[in-house]
């Protein structure tokens, strides 16, 4: 079993100055996040600093390659490492000062500046963002590496879950079996029982002929009613076929798409079956069927 689950998380982060070889660098970690959860289609949002923005096509790239499906969210940032801050430029903070000074001469109204920005601003070295590109690069492809073990855990537990379900429909429908027979017979008797009691009410008159005809039209109209044989049958195909698509060695691409379909069939033949009955025990069957079918159908909505 090899599915994948839509659902997801995967990060990755490395120091600056490692990667670039540049000491100026050094305590400023570049970090990127991966999350996804469940969406018919593949939505990827992207979310980076302003200056970043060039880089977007190639993480755009990089993700399609790897994910079908899912709403995927792409984070990325660099941050100073909080025991660093003490090596801050003191000089970098005069320059800011000049800044802000002539800023504020211009427009008195402005805000000064908080600490926490000024070691924002201080702290964080000016980098081409052609430099920061190949580590920003190996780092998403770690962070997808991470989001791909996950889905593909999550993708086994709901696997396992959906083979579950899938059992009890197939105990479901092999009790329902021996029932169809005394089924069709006990609304045969009724039939007929109902037949007579109208034939004793009408004209003398009426043929026998005539009786003999309306009687066999109204009985084959009943047997197409009740015979629940057809449906039965679909539904153990429909069955065997989602049991083909989760223990097969190689899952067909698309997996998520195709056993939604087949599930939906599913439902479709228990509505079905729910409908024709007019018993306690094949509508009580019907109604377990159709509960375990929705739980499917919400874990199959998971899958990519």
């Known amino acids: 079993m090899n599915l994948r689950s839509m659902t997801g998380f995967g990060s990755a982060q ?3 100055g490692d990667a670039l070889g540049r000491a100026d660098c050094k305590g400023v970690r570049l970090t990127v996040d991966i999350r996804s959860v469940n969406s018919r289609f593949l939505d990827l949002s992207l979310r980076l ?3 970043w923005r060039p880089l977007e096509s190639g993480l755009r790239d990089l ?7 899912g709403k995927v969210e792409v984070r ?10 003490q090596t801050a430029d003191p000089a970098r903070w005069a320059v800011l000062k000049s800044l802000e000074d002539q800023v504020v001469a211009v427009f008195p109204q402005a805000p000064r500046l908080s600490v926490a920005e000024v070691l924002r601003l201080s702290d964080r070295p000016t980098l081409e963002v052609s430099l920061i590109a190949p580590a920003l690069h190996s780092l998403a492809q770690e962070a997808l590496e991470g989001l791909s073990h996950s889905r ?5 537990q709901l696997g396992q879950a959906l ?15 021996p029932l169809v027979p005394q089924w069709i017979q006990a609304q045969h008797e009724r039939f007929l029982q109902k037949w007579q009691e109208a034939l004793a009410l009408v004209p003398s008159q009426v043929s026998a002929d005539a009786a003999r005809d309306r009687a066999l039209t109204e009985a084959t109209a009943l047997a197409l009613r009740v015979d629940i044989s057809e449906e039965i049958t679909r539904l153990q ?3 065997d076929s989602i049991e083909a698509v989760l223990t097969g060695a190689h899952q067909p691409k698309g997996v998520g798409k195709r056993l939604d379909f087949l599930v939906q069939e599913l439902h479709r033949e228990a509505n079905t079956l729910g409908s024709k009955s007019s018993t306690l025990a094949m509508t009580q069957i019907a109604v377990d069927m159709k509960v375990l079918i929705e739980q499917m159908r919400e874990q199959v909505q998971n899958l990519e």
């Open 237 to 239: 195909a429909h069955l």
């Open 14 to 16: 490395c120091d600056l």
């Open 63 to 69: 993700v399609q390659q790897r994910l079908a499906r």
């Open 163 to 177: 083979l579950e379900r899938l059992h009890q429909l197939k105990a479901l429908a092999t009790s329902a079996q």
């Open 49 to 51: 600093p302003d200056e």
């Open 152 to 156: 593909e855990h999550e993708g086994r």
């Open 76 to 85: 990325a940032a660099c941050l100073q490492a909080a025991h660093d801050l």
